[in-house]
């Protein structure tokens, strides 16, 4: 898929650059950020032009969190019905909320595979639409600078970038979920013991 | 939630968290060693353009006009070398080509453009071993004493 879409992006340029990292940020499987390196090392060998490129790219992944984000507002009412009485969604919610900006940010270029889930979960959790989209915007112009720019300075060796990046994204997902895993183990393990403590008092 | 499943979750959570840690950890520690040994080749001025050498990054969903671009090389050298015809080729992938022209033969196309490619590129020019007498065109001519300045 990934050769398929390099191949298209070097004979259609920057617009279908654009698409793909709308489809990406809708959750298509085009492997955004790999196509986002490669950009910027075409850019740098003179086959795309880097600033229309930038531009059209920056409004394909914004208009597709916000669709994603459409989607999570639109199904608010499913899940409310599903898990509205539930103390540990309630819980998650205002946890959410009160991290929203940071998890928003950070989901745009560090913790990519998270992206999707954040934006469902901001849409359905209330979060107010300006919110988002100024964090979603800001992230996504790091995304750009940060992984084109990678590859318009590592030109022709960006498969290597792309490697590396890859791996990174994997490893903070990892890291994410040990780490919350953990925090919610201890988290029960300090309630339990409080509650057998009362129980004896 | 029962206390058992939330147990069951969290223990699943902290397992799968602990394996994508240690399998990613692994290739990105491989990924970083790759990538360390590779810094840019230069920081080129915004704008400019940098010539490719290299044909090992060739790679099969690159065009031949991308090639002849990167590689500052006339594309028509490519179709000849390959035996066809520019016309209507000229969005098609090295792995399309092989696939049209070629089926019989998978990787040909890629291997060929290689080989091309070599072939044309000028001689990397070696370092002269120390114990290689200068030629005498390049002796050097006496050094002339310059005259004294007239006040």
């Known amino acids: 898929m990934a050769d398929f879409l390099l191949t298209q992006v070097i004979n259609y340029g920057a617009p279908l650059f654009g698409l793909v990292l709308f489809l990406g940020a809708v959750g298509f499987p085009v492997g955004a950020s790999v196509i986002l390196i490669a950009a910027g090392a075409f850019s740098q060998q003179g086959i795309l032009n880097w600033l229309p490129t930038a531009i059209l790219g920056l409004a394909g992944a914004i208009i597709g969190d916000v669709l994603s984000f459409g989607i999570g507002f639109y199904a608010k009412d499913w899940v409310d019905k599903r898990f509205g009485n539930s103390k540990a969604w309630k819980s998650a919610e205002e946890s959410f909320a009160a991290r929203a900006g940071l998890a928003i940010y950070l989901t745009r270029f560090l913790i990519t595979a998270l992206a999707i889930p954040t934006n469902l979960i901001a849409g359905g959790s209330g979060i107010q639409f300006r919110r988002f989209l100024t964090y979603d915007s800001l992230g996504e112009f790091t995304w750009i600078i940060l992984y084109g720019g990678l590859g318009y300075f590592f030109g022709s060796q960006w498969e290597l970038v792309s490697a590396f990046l890859s791996n990174f994204g994997g490893l903070m997902v990892g890291v994410v979920i040990l780490v919350s895993g953990i925090a919610l183990a201890i988290r029960k393990l300090k309630s339990e013991s409080n509650q057998t403590l009362m129980q004896k008092n | ?151």
């Open chain 2, 1 to 151: 939630m029962s206390p058992v499943k939330q147990r069951l979750l969290l223990v699943g959570m902290i397992v799968i968290g602990f394996a994508f840690v240690v399998f990613f950890g692994i290739r990105f520690f491989h990924a970083f060693r790759a990538f360390n040994g590779h810094r840019p080749p230069h920081f080129p001025p915004l704008g400019s353009q940098s010539v490719e050498t290299d044909v090992s990054l060739i790679r099969d969903w690159m065009t031949i006009g991308y090639i002849s671009n990167a590689y500052r090389l006339p594309h028509k050298l490519l179709y000849e070398a390959l035996n066809i015809p520019p016309n209507g080729n000229e969005r098609k992938s090295l792995k399309q080509l092989n696939d049209e022209y070629y089926p019989m033969e998978p990787g040909i196309v890629l291997a060929k453009v290689k080989a091309t490619m070599l072939a044309i590129q000028p001689p990397v020019p070696t370092a002269m071993s120390p114990n290689t007498a200068m030629p005498p065109s390049t002796v050097m001519p006496p050094v002339t004493a310059i005259p004294p300045s007239t006040p």
